[in-house]
Structure formats: structure tokens, C-alpha cells
């Protein structure tokens, strides 16, 4: 279709209000079977109430020792790390491997928080067994990050 003021003929392309982004270098594991923040956190206030949220989040992840699950949940809440609830969780299943496994964790959603609010969103993760569980920065060669990015966007 042909563009008619800024938009494809009957179709509504939106516009991008604000981009947040961050790297963190700090590792963080744990043993814990609740959920924990790793230290991975980042706010962004909607300028509409209205408007929707693109969080990307990725990070090189391991689970120590084989078996077990490796958590991860994403927080979004309006008092800062770890505050809220969980919005969305991914679990990677590593029952029949044996030794260390490396993975590249990625997350990738839009939310609508439907507020003018600071939303601060925080990736948490736990172990199932009480296994080690971690997402650090020195996968892959140890130039590899946790990496942060939070898109605001009307539609």
C-alpha cells in the first residue's frame, strides 16, 4: 500500500516514544528456590498510559551440574529492583545433560502497563533443585554481557 500522512493505507505504524537501554557486567548466581533478582534491572516512565512497552532482555546463562531446570521471571513494578510481580517466565529444562551447560538467555515480549507510572523491570531466576543457577557476563569468551533494552511505543 501507499504511505497517506506518515502510515501505510489503513494501517496504523505507530511511532517510537523512548528507548532505555543497559549492560551490566555483574554475575549473579544462585541456590535459592525462590525467586531472586540477578541484578538486572532497568525503568522507564510511559509517557502515556495508553502505550505499550518492548523489553528485551538477554544474557549469557549456565546452570552448574547438570539436571534441574534453570528459572527465569521477569518483575515489572512501580517500587524499584525486584518489586511487582512476575509477568512472564522462562524455563529451560536441562534434565538429561550432565556436567556445565552454557545457554544464551533471551526474553522478548511487549506488555502494556497501562500507567504514567516508573516501571521498573527486573529479571529474577531461581533454582528448581537447589542446584547453582546463574547469568554472569563472561560466557562465550567473556566478552558476552547481560543486556537490558526497553522500548516505549504508541500504536
Not at 546452570?63 to 517500587?79: E, H, P, Q
Not at 529444562?93 to 504514567?116: K, M, W
Not at 533454582?127 to 516505549?152: C, H, P, R, W
Request: charged share 10%; net charge neutral.
Amino acid at each position: 500500500p501507499a504511505l497517506a500522512g506518515g502510515s501505510l493505507t489503513g494501517i496504523s505504524t505507530g511511532k517510537i516514544k523512548q528507548i532505555v537501554h543497559d549492560i551490566k557486567s555483574s554475575s549473579s548466581m544462585t541456590t535459592s528456590t525462590s525467586l531472586v533478582s540477578t541484578g538486572m534491572f532497568l525503568a522507564i516512565t510511559p509517557t502515556s498510559a495508553s502505550n505499550k512497552i518492548s523489553v528485551q532482555i538477554w544474557s549469557p546463562c549456565y546452570y552448574l551440574s547438570g539436571g534441574g531446570n534453570l528459572w527465569a521471571s521477569v518483575y515489572r513494578g512501580t517500587s524499584g529492583e525486584g518489586s511487582g510481580s512476575d509477568i512472564i517466565t522462562s524455563v529451560q529444562g536441562l534434565n538429561s545433560l550432565s556436567g556445565n551447560f552454557y545457554i544464551n538467555g533471551i526474553i522478548s515480549f511487549i506488555d502494556s502497563p497501562n500507567s504514567t507510572d516508573a516501571q521498573t523491570y527486573t529479571l529474577m531466576h531461581k533454582s528448581a533443585d537447589g542446584s547453582s543457577t546463574g547469568y554472569f557476563e563472561n560466557g562465550m569468551g567473556g566478552v558476552a554481557k547481560m543486556q537490558i533494552s526497553l522500548t516505549e511505543f504508541s500504536t
